[in-house]
């Protein structure tokens, strides 16, 4: 199955949301792409950062550099990543050092200075183009060897983003978090829109703030919030966290306290909820720990405390105490987050 990619359109046309996502979209597609096979990726030699290295069937080592941009230094960087892996030569029981080395350029556009720096080098280094074709309701990225005119498509796994739904009270999401939106399917869309819209609409004091390229929060200030949205670009996941009761605060006479819990979803439903008191935490559902080798795994014990690795299921959480009665609904937990918000402010 082919991996999906967030896009964000520019006038009439496509293009990647930024490096970062067209470098994840060509490592997870390179074999069914280009016929490689990928090595590593991000490998530091020397104090440089090579993009992508990957082999052929001859274990011939082919070094992959990505621009989402044009860029005039391409050559030159991919010449300083050959010299340095040549100097080193790691991973020698992988590649076949006696085969020339191969360079590969991915860019939108190539800047006249590539051209240039390319007639005059001895290496072998090959110029490829990328396009973002949108046909009909379908995405592919199309590549094109600027020395052959060969071309290759495959297509992008993409949900172009339904705005039209927003209300006009609601300033328009900012494009960092249409960005994420492109890599979720259609219904997460929508339920991530309105929970945006719900939080927003609830009371004016409650504002949107980009806290980094990776999480946007809502509240008031960092001391008040009441939502945040975090995208995780390895996995290109949009994860929720809203500030409900934690759950071992929820057991017996204990004092309610307000945490910062993650939400295990499925559309607009939600299946479990953990405290993780920053960060992504190292929760998992008990499925994706059974997809870890069992003499990987650490020796998992449910609880509800904020050290369990397990979240805890829904039905649950809205057990512990009759304060927190909800149904499994993305809206439902809302509801809860903004009232226990206002009791907060």
């Known amino acids: 199955m082919l991996a999906g990619a967030a896009l964000r359109k520019t006038g009439s046309s496509w ?19 280009s016929g490689l096979i990928p090595l590593k990726r991000q490998y530091a030699v020397k104090g440089e950062i090579c993009d992508i290295l990957a082999l052929n069937e001859t274990r011939q080592l082919v070094i992959l550099e990505l621009k989402n941009t044009q860029d005039r ?63 009909n309701q379908d995405f592919h990225l199309q590549l094109q060897d600027t020395d052959t005119n060969q071309t290759w498509s495959i297509p992008i796994t993409y949900q172009e983003l339904d705005i039209s739904t927003v ?38 004091r409650i504002k949107e703030e980009i806290e980094s390229r990776n999480t946007i929060r809502y509240g ?18 949009l994860i929720i966290f809203l500030w409900l009761p934690v759950p071992s605060s929820l057991f017996g006479n204990s004092k309610e306290v307000i945490g910062r819990i993650r939400l295990w979803t499925d559309g607009a439903s939600v299946t479990d909820v953990g405290h993780v008191p920053e960060g992504l935490g190292k929760m ?45 609904s993305l809206e439902s937990l809302i509801d809860l987050a903004l009232f226990k918000w206002l009791a907060r402010t």
């Not at 051209?115 to 990328?130: A, G």
């Open 15 to 33: 293009e990647f949301a930024s490096e970062a996502a067209l470098e994840d979209f060509v490592w997870d597609n390179l074999q069914q792409l």
């Open 73 to 135: 230094y391409v050559v030159q960087q991919l010449t300083r990543y050959y010299d340095n892996l040549l100097d080193d030569k790691p991973f020698p029981e992988q590649i076949d050092y006696s085969q020339p080395v191969r360079l590969l350029a991915i860019a939108p556009s190539f800047h006249r200075h590539n051209l240039i720096d390319r007639k005059h080098t001895k290496l072998i280094v090959d110029f490829l183009l990328f396009t973002v074709a949108q046909i």
């Open 167 to 204: 209300s006009s009270n609601i300033p328009e999401p900012p494009q960092l978090l249409l960005d994420w939106l492109g890599a979720c399917t259609g219904e997460e869309q929508q339920a991530i829109l309105r929970l945006r819209e719900k939080v927003l609409g609830f009371d004016e």
């Open 220 to 237: 008031r200030g960092k001391a008040k919030p009441v939502a945040e949205l975090c995208y995780q670009s390895k996995t290109r996941q």
């Open 284 to 328: 998992k559902l008990q499925s994706q720990w059974d997809a870890v080798p069992r003499e990987k795994r650490p020796h998992l014990m449910q609880s509800l405390s904020y050290k369990s690795l397990i979240p805890v299921p829904i039905n649950w959480y809205s057990n512990l105490r009759d304060t927190c009665k909800i149904s499994n």
